[in-house]
């Protein structure tokens, strides 16, 4: 979702036919998720250099969960992206099944959180020390040593540097999509990103006449997304994390070697804004315990993908289970 960075591969006009004829929902009748188990929402007040921060956390009703992971989204919509609520889709609402207290921050000028009046300030290193007041009032709060972290997207550029900096409250870190390197020199002039509706489902897979391929993402998803992403995040969006990334593709946009915690990353192999070769060569910069998972014919958005978003669940939580360490 990086924009006028690389080409745009289908009319806008598909997408005003598919919004036009799409069903239209109210909130209270959002789409319909196959969970029984009753979620539990609640927000924290957070402040970092003046700037209010919008942290939520999601529980399963009646749990008391020891294990914590905080879900860093990417560079130009907030992080209400992690729980699209429609049948198991949500990323949110199947960590917290697994007994885990579900945290998303959004970065100063992003989604609930507040307004900047610069868009270029939020960059990769801003956003790194929003996300470590995170972590440290998730700790706070929680009374846990350390937690588990997930950064999507440009979020693995802010959640790496994080860690690299600060890992004493780190478990385990997970680098979901991670862009390693430059995306592809492009100059960045204007401060905010102007979003569209369009643009929000720039990276859902279409077919070879450029329209969707609802066999990989169902419709409703896409609509949810859309809206979501227009309701939470609006016209505009920070742009310090777009100049960061609109590079050539030499620049090293994450230092693997300062990363001392066991990593996950993971990714699809259709991904167009990967540099597969920094990818593929991961694991052997990073530490003991971490691993590296490919998952075939995924792209960008592997999360919420209709043949793939239960085998990243199921990778995701594997590693997770497997390498937990966890204290009080």
């Not at 997207?153 to 478990?171: F, L, M, N, Q």
Request: charge should be negative; aromatic fraction near 10%.
């Amino acid at each position: 979702m990086f924009g006028n960075t690389v080409p745009a591969v289908w009319p806008a006009i598909v997408m005003m036919i598919f919004l036009a004829f799409a069903p239209v929902r109210t909130d209270a009748e959002a789409a319909v998720s196959v969970d029984e188990a009753a979620f539990v929402c609640e927000t924290f007040p957070l402040e970092r250099a003046g700037t209010r921060l919008h942290l939520d956390r999601m529980i399963v009703d009646g749990t008391e969960p020891e294990r914590n992971i905080l879900l860093i989204h990417g560079v130009t919509y907030s992080s209400n992206e992690f729980d699209i609520d429609y049948e198991d889709y949500s990323l949110v609402r199947f960590l917290a099944r697994e007994d885990y207290a579900v945290w998303r921050l959004d970065i100063a000028g992003y989604g609930q959180s507040g307004e900047v009046e610069d868009g270029f300030l939020p960059d990769s290193d801003y956003a790194a020390e929003d996300i470590h007041a995170a972590v440290e009032e998730i700790c706070a709060i929680s009374g846990q040593d350390s937690i588990d972290l997930l950064g999507w997207s440009w979020g693995t550029v802010t959640s790496s540097r994080c860690v690299a900096k600060y890992p004493e409250h780190i478990d385990r870190l997970v680098l979901y999509a991670p862009i390693l390197s430059g995306i592809g020199e492009s100059e960045v002039t204007e401060p905010f990103h102007h979003n569209t509706w369009e643009h929000s489902v720039d990276d859902i897979q279409r077919t070879e006449d450029g329209t969707f391929d609802y066999s990989i993402t169902d419709p409703v998803v896409i609509e949810l997304l859309a809206s979501s992403s227009w309701h939470y995040d609006g016209e505009y969006s920070p742009n310090g994390g777009r100049r960061d990334i609109c590079v050539d593709d030499f620049h090293l946009l994450i230092d693997l070697d300062r990363i001392t915690v066991p990593t996950l990353v993971i990714c699809g192999d259709q991904d167009p804004y990967l540099n597969y070769e920094l990818v593929y060569a991961a694991p052997k910069h990073l530490p003991e315990g971490s691993t590296l998972e490919v998952i075939e014919g995924a792209s960008h958005d592997a999360f919420i993908e209709k043949p793939y978003h239960k085998d990243f669940q199921e990778r995701l939580i594997r590693f997770l289970e497997e390498t937990g360490n966890y204290s009080s």
